[in-house]
């Protein structure tokens, strides 16, 4: 009995290592577990459900072969992959979340979220994201042409990475209070979350009792996962 958190595999046509990680993954371990949550960033980018990327049939499918085998799949957005949408969730049979959830298992509570929300000092950033999921701006920009999509999602990035080199570790990482504020709105002893690429379990005091950051690592050159039994919840890392 365990339920499998992961985050950050950036799946991309590029990276076929990591894709094979994923599928093995899936196969080795994911099969065993009672469920599979993604936390976000799960592709690298997303520009719409109708993008002919032959890699996103191939990922449903895998996925659709674990919901079949009985075990569920459940999705958070990233900020790559926040457009992943209703199709997709159809054709992989995934669940998707919301951007916040708590989980209630094995006697545990835990808080999941990608972990963009926490990065609050990076003001810049949370100034773009409040944008790019404004509804109105994400159905206008699903009406595009592909090609014109892939352009701006290509700029974008560029942008961004340009953006990243400028910015401090300490402005691109969680900010404390964010995540104090956090524990105490949920009300839960643990949150699990990706997105800084710092795998880590953080103890958080919050007037005198402990509370856990577990950090998801990205998938560059091995896989990451947290593992929550009835007795553990631990950080583990393994080949692809
Ligand atoms: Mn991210």
């Keep these: 009995m365990c339920t499998l958190f992961i985050a950050d595999l950036h799946l991309s046509e590029h990276e076929p290592a990591i894709t094979a990680g994923f599928l093995r993954f899936l196969k080795e371990q994911a099969v065993y577990a009672d469920a599979l949550y993604i936390l976000g960033d799960f592709f690298d ?6 993008d002919p990327n032959p890699l996103h049939p191939q990922i449903a499918q895998a996925l659709m072969q674990l919901k079949n085998a009985g075990i569920p799949c459940y999705f958070i957005h990233g900020n790559r992959d ?15 979340l ?14 999941i979220l990608h972990g963009d929300t926490l990065c609050t000092d990076d003001e810049s950033y949370q100034r773009y994201r409040k944008k790019v999921h404004n509804k109105l701006i994400q159905r206008l920009f699903l009406l595009l042409p592909l090609f ?30 964010t995540v104090i504020d956090t524990f105490k709105h949920f009300n839960t002893q643990w949150m699990i979350h990706g997105h800084t690429h710092r795998p880590a379990i953080h103890t958080v005091e919050i007037e005198g009792e402990n509370h856990y950051r577990g950090v998801l690592g ?22 692809f």
């Design 45 to 50: 980018f997303w520009i719409g459900d109708d």
């Design 82 to 96: 926040f457009l992943i949408g209703s199709r997709f969730a159809k054709e992989s049979g995934i669940t998707i």
């Design 98 to 111: 919301p951007q916040e959830k708590v989980l209630e298992i094995y006697q545990h509570r835990i808080l």
């Design 148 to 177: 014109i999509r892939l352009r701006i999602a290509d700029k974008m990035r560029t942008r961004s990475q340009h953006a990243n080199r400028y910015k401090s570790e300490t402005i691109m990482d969680v900010n404390s209070q």
């Design 218 to 239: 990205a998938w560059h050159t091995e896989g990451s996962m947290f593992k929550v039994t009835a007795e553990n919840i631990e950080l583990i890392s393994f080949p």
